[in-house]
T-cell receptor, first 116, second 111 residues
Framework: NAGVTQTPKFRVLKTGQSMTLLCAQD?????MYWYRQDPGMGLRLIHY???????AKGEVPDGYNVSRLKKQNFLLGLESAAPSQTSVYFC???????????????FGPGTRLLVL | LAKTTQPISMDSYEGQEVNITCSHN???????ITWYQQFPSQGPRFIIQ???TKVTNEVASLFIPADRKSSTLSLPRVSLSDTAVYYC????????????FGTGTRLTVIP
């Protein structure tokens, strides 16, 4: 049981390049999330998914796209990377929200992205 | 939106009790309050969750007043390994699934 895994762990991009970050979970969770973390900013939600085939915008969605074609995978895409997207990206997953009690999120180890 | 406010940093000596307070004035009726801990170069991990009054587990206690507009995470007898950033999390007012982490509180435990 690996929990939540993220690939790659580290990546350097040039401005304008594209890439996809992969998140995978083996806990059969319905919900999946992508966050970015910048110094002094805490974690900010980029996009999330409440189930296979569905996605929704979070707090800072601009410049990113996501897809949830399979329940266990959640992809984050950068079509044209910008230096402002230099950050650490965390993926998380959780069971469905039930009765108002927000289920615990399980986080991956993070992907460090540097855009030059 | 149910944003949260926490102190940016706190220092404590080993063996002391540490209390970190989070303000969440716009918490929704059905929302729970969740606290996470994050060590450097790692993703956050769950510490404790509660709705009202007091919740205790093997790691911490969570105190929530009746108006639920704030909460206090209490760490008993901290050790050096408790040095981390602590986040308070609540859902937003609209009842959607957006999740807003606070700015986090950087706790430094001093020997």
């Amino acid at each position: 049981n690996a929990g939540v895994t993220q690939t790659p762990k580290f990546r350097v991009l040039k401005t304008g390049q594209s890439m996809t970050l992969l998140c995978a979970q083996d806990m059969n969770h319905e919900y999946m999330y992508w966050y970015r973390q910048d110094p002094g900013m805490g974690l900010r939600l980029i996009h999330y998914s409440v189930g296979e085939g569905t996605t929704a915008k979070g707090e800072v969605p601009d410049g990113y796209n996501v897809s949830r074609l399979k329940k266990q995978n959640f992809l984050l895409g950068l079509e044209s990377a910008a230096p402002s997207q230099t950050s650490v990206y965390f993926c998380a997953s959780s069971y469905s929200l039930a009765g108002g009690k927000r289920e615990t999120q399980y986080f991956g180890p993070g992907t460090r992205l540097l855009v030059l | 939106l149910a944003k949260t406010t926490q102190p940016i940093s706190m220092d404590s000596y080993e063996g002391q009790e540490v209390n970190i307070t989070c303000s969440h004035n716009n918490i929704a009726t059905n929302d729970y309050i969740t606290w996470y801990q994050q060590f450097p170069s790692q993703g956050p991990r769950f510490i404790i969750q509660g709705y009202k009054t007091k919740v205790t587990n093997e790691v911490a206690s969570l105190f929530i007043p009746a108006d639920r507009k704030s909460s206090t995470l209490s760490l008993p007898r901290v050790s050096l390994s408790d040095t981390a950033v602590y986040y308070c999390l609540v859902g937003d007012e609209g009842g959607a699934n957006n999740l807003f982490f606070g700015t986090g509180t950087r706790l430094t435990v001093i020997p």
